[in-house]
């Protein structure tokens, strides 16, 4: 049995420090051959000053061995010392048969670091001189993935699957493909490679991402079927509630919608989206009290949510509660980008107050967002009419008729203003 042999037995019965002393006569006595072997094994131990040691060892000996400049480069990359990284891979000349595989791992330094289209240049040179190689396709892909280009990612994919490849480094490539389909908004043609990646490997990642897939293909029943599945593998998966509960409620089971939602907040009461999305179901089932408390549980998670404080501010309208109303709208609107359908609130709800300066400053602010929207356009020209604001009312009652010519009532409103302006 070879020193390295024992030192590998040592670890295995975790004597640390006789394993030491055999790592040290492995390396005095050893066979090359012996030192490669024992390398490639406490590489993948994760014995990375080790190994490191055997390949300058071997280097030594073997000075044209480029694959131990390699392995010296990956070791450096995993070490965070990128310079020697690049060292190291700036040794190989491209005559050499382990260039193709210095670009893979130049490639992946480079990524590493954020600089893609580098990265897509050294697998691209790769491809040039292997363009067979399995994993030169799978890596370009993975890039491609990374980077947003779906459409690239998947032609590599498919190529990869065409060939009967159906896992890389354990990523599962139909899965993959599916994610890229999906990424596009191509749910239709995302599902199939989904199912065969669920049936490969039933993973609680892939598994929510066919139900969510499901669910963006207006496929409900298979969506909630599946997400249920996941709920069963894994209830702490929090991220299934909302769509699990979107999905019933799209089958119109609002009751069992609020069940899950229930169900998610018992998991997890930090999520203030599952809170919002417990306040829509149970305003859809008209208990507005505990929609309102929803809202208030979601925005105290999420202070800083437009979302939120429009939901809680559109119930105050819906329930006429218009001072509260402004109060609310007026903590969001310290954002000076915020949505206009605040000041739109605004102004509803200083119309209804009888603070009619107010309200015309909130519908001014909000109408240029509106100008296509017909309900906005006929309030603000009724506003505008009892102002007074002839001028602006013919503007804007135009605007509306343009969208909606059949409303006879606005159409006379408009005759009786020309005749008197």
């Not at 105290?300 to 119930?315: R, Y």
């Not at 007074?388 to 010519?405: H, I, Q, R």
């Amino acid at each position: 049995m070879s020193y390295g042999e024992q030192m590998i037995a040592a670890l295995q019965d975790n004597q640390l420090m006789e394993a030491q002393d055999y790592f040290q006569e492995a390396l005095a006595k050893d066979l090359p051959d012996e030192l490669y072997i024992l390398a490639d094994t406490l590489y993948e131990l994760g014995f990375l000053d080790e190994t490191k040691a055997i390949y300058e060892q071997l280097l030594k000996e073997f000075p044209t061995d480029d694959e131990l400049k390699i392995g010296l480069a990956e070791i450096s990359i995993e070490s965070d010392e990128i310079d020697e990284a690049m060292d190291w891979l700036l040794e190989i000349e491209e005559d050499s048969p382990a260039y193709p595989q210095a670009l893979l791992v130049s490639a992946d330094l480079y990524q590493v670091q954020g600089l893609y289209e580098v990265s897509e240049q050294k697998l691209l040179q790769a491809k040039e001189i292997l363009p067979e190689e399995p994993i030169l396709t799978f890596a370009l892909a993975e890039l491609y993935f990374t980077m947003g280009k779906y459409a690239q990612a998947i032609h590599g994919y498919e190529e990869l699957l065409a060939q009967g490849i159906d896992d890389m480094t354990g990523i599962n490539l139909s899965a993959r493909c599916g994610s890229a389909y999906s990424a596009v908004g191509d749910f239709e043609q995302a599902i199939p490679y989904l199912e065969t990646g669920v049936e490969e490997n039933e993973s609680t990642d892939l598994l929510f991402e066919l139900g969510f897939t499901y669910l963006q293909n207006k496929e409900f029943r298979r969506a909630s079927e599946t997400l249920f599945k996941l709920k069963e593998l894994d209830p702490s998966y929090t991220s299934l509630y909302p769509y699990l509960a979107k999905s019933l409620e799209e089958e119109n089971q609002l009751d069992k919608a609020s069940e899950v939602i229930r169900e998610g907040l018992r998991v997890d009461q930090f999520n203030h989206e599952l809170f919002y999305y417990a306040a829509q179901i149970f305003l859809k089932l008209d208990n507005e009290e505990q929609a309102e408390t929803y809202l208030e549980e979601a925005l105290a998670l999420e202070p800083e949510s437009e979302v939120i404080q429009l939901a809680l501010t559109n119930l105050f309208i819906k329930q006429e509660r218009f001072e509260e109303s402004v109060v609310a709208i007026q903590k969001a609107l310290i954002n000076e980008e915020a949505d206009p359908q605040f000041y739109w609130n605004l102004a509803i709800a200083y119309e209804n107050l009888e603070e009619y300066d107010a309200a015309n400053e909130a519908y001014q602010k909000a109408y240029e967002a509106f100008k296509q929207n017909k309900d906005f356009l006929k309030a603000y020209a009724l506003f505008l009419r009892e102002e007074g604001n002839l001028k602006l009312t013919k503007t804007v009652l135009s605007e509306y008729l343009a969208l909606e010519p059949t409303d006879e009532e606005m159409i006379l409103l408009l005759d009786e203003i020309n005749s008197e302006y």
